[in-house]
């Protein structure tokens, strides 16, 4: 702390001071002063938060709209089924709008619009967040569930299994080792686009970053500290994901 | 011979205009480029055309006239715009920037030219008091001193930073803050053009704007100085001021 305070003030006279002494100060400004890490560490939970919030309901609309669109183009042909019909054009609109717009202006529009009486900043990003991300999850999953032969659910009804128990135990598990790579792609952007929420004044990771970084006029610290932040997480994330798919892929050698 | 002469007067060309501003050492020679937020009226906003104006850059122009440089502005949040001059992106910060001992770290600021306080400002008929602030969420802009009051006094958990104040003042209109920390003469400057408001002064102790020079650039800036003295000496500065307050 002394140490600090007077190299803190060497460098603000401008006398001549090490790299490790500039270093030392830079960094303990960024990082130890005033106990800023608890500003990160508070970032760092409301970032993780959101993710999980959004990867929740992200997978829940995901699975939804998949099953329903798969349900619809998969319909023998002549044999029509005008609810579904329904349905598949209401959620083709909302991938669509979901798709064709960046998120930052989704973000505006939910956070200044449509919840514009909320104060709960934190929990309007994580709605935003998974609404955008179902869309996404949603073509992959469908794109999974598409790329399961046709036969198998021949095979499967033809052995007298039903629609329900012939996706739950035949396409199902195929889809899911096809998507997984796929859908941890969109985790990971998922993950990185919990920044975004600072712009609704969501306290995440870069929200501290830029606090701190405002508080001392010093941008190098704070941000290549968060980036190596995010950095950690996606790949604490990645291994995870690498773990899951080589226990599916247990059965693959025969 | 045609590309000889085509040649030399390109090399002409490049040589007038380094010429032209050569007398002062700039990011881009001949130009005077200022890292500015405009979204702070009256000191700077954005017309039609997406120029900035306000009373910042009509200094600007003139002081630039008189020192043969072009001014150009570079908009950009105001966090990043404190710190754009010490990454050597800009020449100068000009963006309401009050003069501040630990902002003398990373800048040379120019002789200060107007004082404001911080101002409160709310819903009209908004239980609101200099008193209970303490009980409110305060919307602020990320790096402005008003964060850094409302954060140091009342804890980050009853603010909330935005990347412009625009972005506040629709906030408090929505509802999701209860109350903006601005200057004074910013937040009259919003006070008119939004109707429903109306704005208190706070107790805190009066800031001086100045403009925020890169480290370093000693000739630049004083002969910024001299010319910023005259325009406050012959009340340029005070008929600025108060044209853009009307």
Redesign the interface.
């Given at each position: 702390m002394e140490q600090f305070l007077a190299w803190k003030a060497m460098?603000?006279a401008g006398e001549p001071t090490n790299l490790w002494q500039q270093f030392y100060v830079l960094f303990y400004q960024a990082f130890i002063e005033n106990e800023r890490w608890l500003?990160y560490l508070n970032g760092v939970v409301t970032t993780l938060y959101v993710t999980v919030l959004a990867l929740a309901l992200g997978i829940i609309l995901g699975v939804l709209v998949a099953v329903v669109r798969t349900a619809h183009d998969q319909q023998r042909a002549g044999h029509r089924n005008p609810v579904l019909g329904f349905f598949n054009g209401i959620l083709k609109i909302y991938v669509t709008v979901i798709r064709g717009t960046p998120m930052m202006v989704q973000l505006m529009i939910m956070g200044?619009v449509i919840f514009?009486?909320?104060?709960n900043?934190v929990m309007v990003g994580a709605l935003t967040l998974g609404i955008n991300s179902g869309a996404y999850t949603a073509e992959i999953i469908r794109g999974g569930l598409m790329s399961v032969d046709q036969g198998q659910m021949e095979a499967g009804r033809s052995l007298g299994l039903n629609y329900k128990d012939t996706m739950r135990f035949v396409i199902i598990p195929q889809a899911i080792k096809a998507i997984l790579p796929a859908l941890g792609n969109e985790f990971i952007v998922l993950l990185k686009d919990t920044s975004l929420i600072s712009?609704i004044?969501g306290?995440e990771l870069l929200?501290a970053a830029?606090?701190v970084?405002?508080?001392?006029?010093?941008?190098m610290y704070p941000y290549v500290g968060a980036a190596i932040v995010y950095l950690l997480l996606v790949m604490l994330f990645t291994w995870l994901l690498g773990i899951f798919e080589r226990r599916l892929r247990a059965s693959d050698r025969r | 011979m045609k590309k000889i002469v085509a040649l030399m007067m390109a090399v002409c060309l490049v040589l007038c205009a380094a010429a032209a501003g050569a007398e002062y050492k700039t990011v881009e020679a001949g130009k005077f480029i200022y890292s500015t937020s405009p979204d702070f009226p009256p000191f700077e906003s954005t017309d039609d055309q997406d120029n900035v104006i306000g009373i910042e850059p009509d200094i600007l122009a003139i002081i630039c006239g008189n020192l043969g440089l072009t001014p150009e502005a570079y908009p950009i949040d105001f966090d990043s715009a404190l710190i754009a001059p010490s990454a050597g992106k800009a020449d100068a910060v000009v963006s309401g920037v009050t003069v501040r001992e630990d902002r003398k770290a990373t800048m040379d600021f120019t002789i200060p030219y107007v004082t404001i306080v911080q101002g409160v400002v709310f819903k009209q008929g908004a239980d609101v008091t200099l008193e209970n602030l303490k009980d409110k969420t305060i919307g602020v802009q990320s790096g402005t001193t008003g964060q850094i009051y409302a954060v140091d006094d009342f804890g980050e958990d009853h603010v909330a930073a935005y990347d412009k104040y625009s972005l506040a003042f629709q906030a408090l209109q929505n509802g999701q803050v209860d109350c903006i920390m601005v200057d004074d003469m910013v937040g009259a400057a919003y006070v008119k053009q939004i109707p429903g408001l109306e704005m208190i002064k706070t107790e805190y102790e009066p800031e001086e704007f100045a403009f925020g020079f890169a480290k370093g650039n000693t000739e630049l800036l004083e002969a910024f100085n001299a010319e910023l003295q005259k325009l406050i000496d012959d009340g340029t500065i005070e008929q600025i001021i108060l044209k853009w307050n009307e």
């Open positions: 460098m603000a500003q200044l514009a009486s909320s104060r900043f712009v004044g306290k929200y830029r606090s970084a405002a508080r001392n006029y010093e941008p | -």
